[in-house]
């Protein structure tokens, strides 16, 4: 790129010519051979110097120039001069002060051989790296957005992809399972991170994401486009099957029939680019229960329990409906899931009241033991809304007395006996956690209560760190079907009714501390 011929013109014409091809600024360019300039100086003149190269934007001249910095008493004569020899090598500058520097003018560098080279690596990598720059910033924009491009290779079950200006890379477990990719393809994907590194940026990008599905309808739904209709969520199975939850901002419009098309012709655009992937696409609705029936279509449910503050629904439907509403190894249940964010359990109806009476008769006698009432007070209690100890404690006598046949003076005398059973069963408990060996650390951490503890030593988790190992399907259980049976996965902590999330935030906080 450099030599020893190289004309002032020539030099402007390579830094056009290069800036050009690899779509950098000329600014860029002329930094980079300035720098390189300055290399070979060095080489020349001496390491020590700070040497200062300008080339002219206009005309090419190239200025070397030695910096030296006016001192009282020199220490370094390679970068230093007193202001008494700068004022005799430099008459024409008389107001020349300590602290300021003054500039040398060098002879031009005749480039040899391994100077040209070391000049030409230099610029070679200043312009590599302007390019990579380049290009990140080109793509940062388009992180979010489908991308299309020619398959480059496949690596290791990963897909190279040539994007034009740069090459995008799809992971394995981001292609859609069962699907063959070869070299020469088009293919399309969804740009979910365009992520900047030492050795250049990386474009990552998915078949698999459910982001890939939404800009899909984005792309052929124009109401969708037009920001008529609107996409509240999306959850997939890839390759498998997906559910779409859609809304109409006018209500002139139904947004099912928009996204499916003439005679289905927009869906199975979208189904055809999946490789047969089915789509549920649903009507999005304020009421949770229509919403969640939806979800689970084509099973007919008869009730839906919600608890906001937990996340969580139980859905209540007929034993005809149970394998409908669960789906295949229990795909239908877990789109349902990921598409509203509640975590869904599924019952049959004679699951559900044999539940509910379980739980009745459990509380009832929780109470009759600690508070010795009898069973007809007790079940009183339970059915009035007091289900636990820790409950009727906490309230006063006025709540407790508006029950029929409970005065004043014994909802008080219940009141108290609720307090002294509490605390007796604290003062119980820490003699057996203390029997079971729980360290501190888990006692201490927050959001464990005594009962939790108490289950995990006795289930040999004794150490933050052996719960910190945990998963939240351990925790808290779950459904799961085996040979077209619906199995109840037992866990640890499941009488303590945590939600997923609750779950996950007691194990990071964990881990946070026994990792640290």
Same mark, same amino acid.
């Given at each position: 790129?450099?030599?020893?011929?190289?004309?002032?013109?020539?030099?402007?014409? %390579? @830094? $056009?010519?290069?800036?050009? !091809?690899?779509? +950098?600024? &000329?600014?860029?360019? =002329?930094?980079?051979?300035?720098?390189?300039?300055?290399?070979?100086?060095?080489?020349?003149?001496?390491?020590?110097?700070?040497?200062?190269?300008?080339?002219?934007?206009?005309?090419?001249?190239?200025?070397?120039?030695?910096?030296?910095?006016?001192?009282?008493?020199?220490?370094?004569?390679?970068?230093?001069?007193?202001?008494?020899?700068?004022?005799?090598?430099?008459?024409?500058?008389?107001?020349?002060?300590?602290?300021?520097?003054?500039?040398?003018?060098?002879?031009?560098?005749?480039?040899?051989?391994?100077?040209?080279?070391?000049?030409?690596?230099?610029?070679?990598?200043?312009?590599?790296?302007?390019?990579?720059?380049?290009?990140?910033?080109?793509?940062?924009?388009?992180?979010?957005?489908?991308?299309?491009?020619?398959?480059?290779?496949?690596?290791?079950?990963?897909? %190279? @992809? $040539?994007?034009?200006?740069? !090459?995008?890379? +799809?992971? &394995?477990?981001?292609? =859609?399972?069962?699907?063959?990719?070869?070299?020469?393809?088009?293919?399309?994907?969804?740009?979910?991170?365009?992520?900047?590194?030492?050795?250049?940026?990386?474009?990552?990008?998915?078949?698999?994401?459910?982001?890939?599905?939404?800009?899909?309808?984005?792309?052929?739904?124009?109401?969708?486009?037009?920001?008529?209709?609107?996409?509240?969520?999306?959850?997939?199975?890839?390759?498998?099957?997906?559910?779409?939850?859609?809304?109409?901002?006018?209500?002139?419009?139904?947004?099912?029939?928009?996204?499916?098309?003439?005679?289905?012709?927009?869906?199975?655009?979208?189904?055809?680019?999946?490789?047969?992937?089915?789509?549920?696409?649903?009507?999005?609705?304020?009421?949770?229960?229509?919403?969640?029936?939806?979800?689970?279509?084509?099973?007919?449910?008869?009730?839906?329990? %919600?608890?906001?503050?937990?996340?969580?629904?139980?859905? +209540?439907?007929?034993?005809?409906?149970?394998?409908?509403?669960?789906?295949?190894?229990?795909?239908?249940?877990?789109?349902?899931?990921?598409?509203?964010?509640?975590?869904?359990?599924?019952?049959?109806?004679?699951?559900?009241?044999?539940?509910?009476?379980?739980?009745?008769?459990?509380?009832?006698?929780?109470?009759?033991?600690?508070?010795?009432?009898?069973?007809?007070?007790?079940?009183?209690?339970?059915?009035?809304?007091?289900?636990?100890?820790?409950?009727?404690?906490?309230?006063?006598?006025?709540?407790?007395?508006?029950?029929?046949?409970?005065?004043?003076?014994?909802?008080?005398?219940?009141?108290?006996?609720?307090?002294?059973?509490?605390?007796?069963?604290?003062?119980?408990?820490?003699?057996?956690?203390?029997?079971?060996?729980?360290?501190?650390?888990?006692?201490?951490?927050?959001?464990?209560?005594?009962?939790?503890?108490?289950?995990?030593?006795?289930?040999?988790?004794?150490?933050?760190?052996?719960?910190?190992?945990?998963?939240?399907?351990?925790?808290?259980?779950?459904?799961?079907?085996?040979?077209?049976?619906?199995?109840?996965?037992?866990?640890?902590?499941?009488?303590?009714?945590?939600?997923?999330?609750?779950?996950?935030?007691?194990?990071?906080?964990?881990?946070?501390?026994?990792?640290?």
């Amino acid at each position: 790129m450099l030599n020893r011929g190289l004309d002032k013109l020539e030099l402007l014409r %390579i @830094v $056009d010519a290069v800036a050009n !091809e690899k779509s +950098i600024d &000329k600014e860029i360019v =002329i930094g980079s051979m300035e720098s390189a300039i300055q290399k070979a100086a060095l080489t020349k003149f001496g390491n020590d110097n700070n040497i200062e190269v300008i080339i002219d934007r206009e005309s090419g001249d190239i200025k070397i120039q030695k910096v030296l910095e006016i001192v009282e008493k020199v220490e370094d004569s390679a970068r230093e001069i007193t202001i008494d020899e700068a004022l005799k090598s430099f008459p024409d500058k008389k107001d020349l002060k300590i602290g300021e520097k003054v500039f040398e003018e060098l002879p031009q560098i005749d480039f040899g051989r391994i100077a040209a080279q070391s000049a030409k690596q230099v610029i070679s990598s200043r312009v590599r790296e302007a390019e990579k720059n380049r290009q990140y910033e080109d793509f940062i924009d388009k992180q979010g957005q489908i991308l299309s491009g020619i398959i480059k290779r496949v690596e290791y079950g990963n897909v %190279i @992809v $040539d994007l034009g200006k740069a !090459e995008g890379v +799809i992971k &394995k477990d981001e292609l =859609i399972p069962r699907e063959i990719l070869k070299t020469g393809d088009r293919v399309k994907a969804y740009c979910y991170e365009v992520r900047k590194e030492i050795k250049g940026h990386q474009i990552f990008l998915s078949r698999a994401h459910p982001q890939f599905l939404a800009k899909l309808f984005f792309l052929e739904v124009p109401e969708i486009y037009e920001g008529t209709i609107e996409i509240k969520s999306v959850a997939r199975d890839p390759g498998s099957r997906a559910k779409i939850c859609v809304h109409s901002q006018d209500s002139s419009i139904d947004p099912v029939g928009a996204c499916v098309g003439m005679r289905g012709s927009r869906v199975q655009t979208i189904v055809n680019e999946l490789h047969g992937e089915k789509i549920d696409i649903i009507k999005w609705t304020e009421d949770l229960p229509t919403l969640i029936s939806e979800s689970l279509s084509p099973a007919e449910i008869q009730k839906v329990l %919600i608890d906001q503050d937990n996340k969580r629904i139980d859905i +209540i439907l007929t034993e005809e409906n149970l394998s409908k509403a669960i789906g295949r190894r229990g795909q239908n249940v877990r789109l349902a899931s990921k598409l509203t964010n509640f975590e869904i359990d599924i019952l049959t109806d004679k699951e559900d009241s044999e539940r509910r009476q379980a739980e009745f008769k459990e509380r009832t006698e929780t109470l009759i033991k600690n508070l010795e009432v009898d069973e007809t007070l007790g079940q009183l209690l339970v059915s009035e809304g007091f289900t636990s100890i820790d409950e009727i404690a906490q309230s006063n006598p006025d709540d407790i007395a508006k029950i029929d046949a409970i005065d004043e003076e014994t909802a008080k005398e219940l009141i108290n006996r609720s307090k002294e059973t509490l605390v007796k069963e604290k003062e119980a408990v820490a003699i057996k956690l203390k029997e079971l060996g729980v360290e501190d650390k888990l006692i201490n951490l927050k959001g464990m209560t005594q009962g939790m503890l108490v289950i995990l030593g006795q289930k040999n988790i004794k150490k933050l760190s052996d719960f910190a190992d945990l998963s939240s399907d351990e925790l808290i259980g779950g459904y799961d079907e085996i040979k077209g049976k619906k199995l109840r996965i037992e866990g640890y902590l499941e009488e303590f009714n945590l939600s997923r999330k609750e779950a996950d935030d007691l194990i990071m906080a964990a881990r946070e501390i026994a990792y640290k």
